[in-house]
């Protein structure tokens, strides 16, 4: 009996099997997929799933987790927001959503650098070829639903091409074009690991096709995970500290000069986002320190608002992650959220300056994924509170980078 729930043990805390199947459910979430029968169950797998494997990681996986100096202040971001939770908003659903945003940080992000470094490169590509494979089904679905102007309803949701826009076998545009960036800079990594001719030959097909995909589902957000590749190589193998200091200033001078363009012209390139923006502000304003909590912000900004259309607020919400923390959990929260991501961030990039060759090519590969997301979610809400394949392609392999690059335990 004892060997039986060993067994059992052993499968429920492998965190790969639990991320596969996070994986595929947030992807569910956005396409056609949603119409299989029992979705919704797996969903709940997941969640209870997750659950046990906090319950594990407190009790016995901390043996294996090594404490950083950027784990502090997203300890910090969780203990605070259970606080404001608990005293402040004192809603189920609030509670729910940090009951996920747990989930997010303690079982889909973690870190095992005492695991065989061979073990976590494996696991990492096998996560890669899971999502490769299926974007290659779906964004070849898509295209040939745009090229062939075919269309499929399912309820209420129209999946093809339509308004000029493709969604293809996604539930919108948007998150197409996000997820096959995604898939572009997974299959630049799989081909440069790659040995086989034939199967590299696969990898920039894939390429093409997802990179047609992104364009034809007209997502601007998604250009910047393609532009981060480019950006981060730059920065990785240019180690000049005025160089670097440049590429740090000039996206942020750019932001800032943006933010200068009157309403009109500032609407068009944030395609009305910044209507949600200003609303968002105002609460900020009056909530600095707890925000209003998840529950109430779209009341909380419909309130407050200066203008009658808040576009896209009830589908994305805020449109801006990093505001939406500040609104949701308060400006603290935000701060805290920061400095991990800095702390992290600054961390990978020291690693990724030790490497050479090819293992250098591909860290920085999948690194540039990272910061391509931090960088979408500029214009996105899918870095917590959320299932989203974004936030769980986010989270899994930043857990994985510092796993391998920090690790030097190879057997």
């Not at 202040?73 to 996920?100: C, H, M, Q």
């Not at 180690?239 to 500032?266: C, D, H, M, Q, V």
């Not at 991501?341 to 990724?352: D, E, R, W």
């Not at 979610?377 to 989203?388: H, M, Q, T, W």
């Amino acid at each position: 009996m004892r060997e039986v729930l060993g067994k059992i043990y052993e499968v429920i805390d492998n965190r790969l099997y639990f991320r596969l199947l996070y994986l595929f459910v947030s992807m569910s979430f956005v396409t056609i997929l949603s119409c299989i029968p029992g979705i919704k169950l797996l969903n709940t797998l997941a969640l209870a799933w997750g659950m046990l494997l906090i319950l594990f990681m407190i009790f016995n996986d901390y043996k294996r987790r090594k404490i950083y100096k950027f784990d502090i202040p997203l300890a910090g971001f969780i203990i605070i927001t259970l606080i404001f939770n608990l005293t402040v908003y004192r809603d189920s659903e609030n509670i729910k959503k940090w009951l996920f945003n747990i989930i997010l940080l303690m079982s889909i992000y973690t870190i095992d650098v005492f695991k065989d470094k061979k073990i976590n490169i494996k696991e990492m590509n096998i996560i890669t070829y899971f999502y490769t494979i299926i974007m290659f089904i779906l964004s070849l679905g898509s295209l040939f639903m745009r090229f062939s102007g075919k269309t499929i309803k399912v309820g209420e949701i129209l999946f093809g091409y339509t308004n000029e826009y493709t969604n293809g076998l996604f539930i919108n545009e948007n998150a197409l074009s996000i997820a096959a960036a995604l898939a572009i800079v997974m299959s630049i990594y799989l081909n440069s690991k790659s040995k086989s001719g034939k199967i590299k030959i696969f990898y920039v097909v894939n390429i093409i096709v997802q990179i047609i995909s992104m364009i034809e589902a007209r997502g601007r957000s998604a250009y910047l995970v393609v532009i981060a590749i480019g950006y981060l190589f730059l920065f990785v193998y240019c180690k000049n500290k005025y160089f670097r200091t440049a590429l740090i200033i000039i996206p942020l001078l750019l932001g800032s000069i943006g933010f200068t363009f009157n309403e009109t012209k500032l609407h068009k390139i944030t395609t009305g986002r910044n209507i949600l923006w200003k609303s968002a502000s105002l609460v900020i304003k009056e909530h600095p320190l707890t925000g209003v909590g998840y529950s109430d912000l779209i009341e909380s900004v419909r309130n407050v608002r200066e203008v009658e259309y808040l576009p896209g607020i009830e589908g994305g919400r805020l449109h801006n992650i990093y505001i939406e923390i500040a609104t949701v959990n308060g400006v603290i929260s935000l701060v805290l959220i920061f400095i991990f991501l800095i702390g992290i961030i600054t961390f990978i990039i020291k690693k990724l300056d030790k490497l050479k060759r090819k293992e250098k090519f591909q860290m920085t590969t999948i690194t540039s994924m990272i910061v391509g997301i931090v960088a979408v979610n500029v214009f996105e809400s899918n870095l917590v509170y959320i299932v989203s394949f974004i936030s769980i392609i986010f989270w899994i392999y930043l857990g994985y980078l510092v796993s391998i690059l920090d690790n030097k335990n190879i057997s």
